[in-house]
T-cell receptor
Framework: TQLLEQSPQFLSIQEGENLTVYCNSS?????LQWYRQEPGEGPVLLVT?????EVKKLKRLTFQFGDARKDSSLHITAAQPGDTGLYLC????????????FGTGTSLTVIP | GAGVSQSPSNKVTEKGKDVELRCDPI?????LYWYRQSLGQGLEFLIY????????KSGLPSDRFSAERTGGSVSTLTIQRTQQEDSAVYLC????????????FGPGTRLTVL
């Protein structure tokens, strides 16, 4: 059973297009993180959202945390080839204090 | 170095052999995580070290897996009697305080068990 479901699993778009990827759960999270992982590298943290309804912007990336803190979305405006990578959401496992649960990721390819 | 380093970057071994994977965290980081990432999958939590506290080993998939952290710094993940299903990328991450804090990941060790 996946605690964090990400969709779509794969996404291939043309440069300049907009896209949204989703991270959903039936559980409430105190916070959610988004990472980007490039081939041969470890994930790199993009953002942490902690408040229900929170919206954070990082240049062309917009992150939203659902009001009920069960879901999050990442919207990319005018995608560029440099955005290509595996996008992972992650959240602290309830009642552990230190474990993180990662979603299966969305693999994004931006075609020049 | 400034970041988390892992060695080796690639390891090919035969079924039944033991392997050791090394992680050098960022200096001063008290928390250290090990994860496993199978092809096209997300990260699977394995083990967590925080300072001098007893490690959280709840994610280790079997008793063939063990890890230690010497002197609160370098960590070694050992897999005994490797199986083909152990093939994956093993990632190490460190953070300054643990918990919901920024984790800095190493590049991983790609393990292939033939």
């Amino acid at each position: 059973t996946q605690l964090l479901e990400q969709s779509p699993q794969f996404l291939s778009i043309q440069e300049g297009e907009n896209l949204t990827v989703y991270c959903n759960s039936s559980s409430v999270f105190s916070s959610l993180q988004w990472y980007r992982q490039e081939p041969g590298e470890g994930p790199v943290l993009l953002v942490t959202v902690v408040t229900g309804g929170e919206v954070k912007k990082l240049k062309r990336l917009t992150f939203q945390f659902g009001d009920a803190r069960k879901d999050s979305s990442l919207h990319i405006t005018a995608a560029q080839p440099g955005d290509t990578g595996l996008y992972l959401c992650a959240g602290p496992v309830p009642n552990t204090g230190n474990q993180f649960y990662f979603g299966t990721g969305t693999s994004l390819t931006v075609i020049p | 170095g400034a970041g988390v380093s892992q060695s080796p970057s690639n390891k090919v071994t035969e079924k039944g052999k033991d392997v050791e994977l090394r992680c050098d965290p960022i200096s001063g980081h008290t928390a250290l995580y090990w994860y496993r990432q199978s092809l096209g999958q997300g990260l699977e939590f394995l083990i967590y070290f925080q300072g001098n506290s007893a490690p959280d080993k709840s994610g280790l998939p079997s008793d063939r897996f063990s890890a230690e952290r010497t002197g609160g710094s370098v960590s070694t993940l050992t897999i005994q009697r490797t199986q083909q299903e152990d093939s994956a990328v093993y990632l190490c991450a460190s953070s300054s305080v643990g918990g919901p804090d920024t984790q800095y990941f190493g590049p991983g060790t790609r393990l292939t068990v033939l």
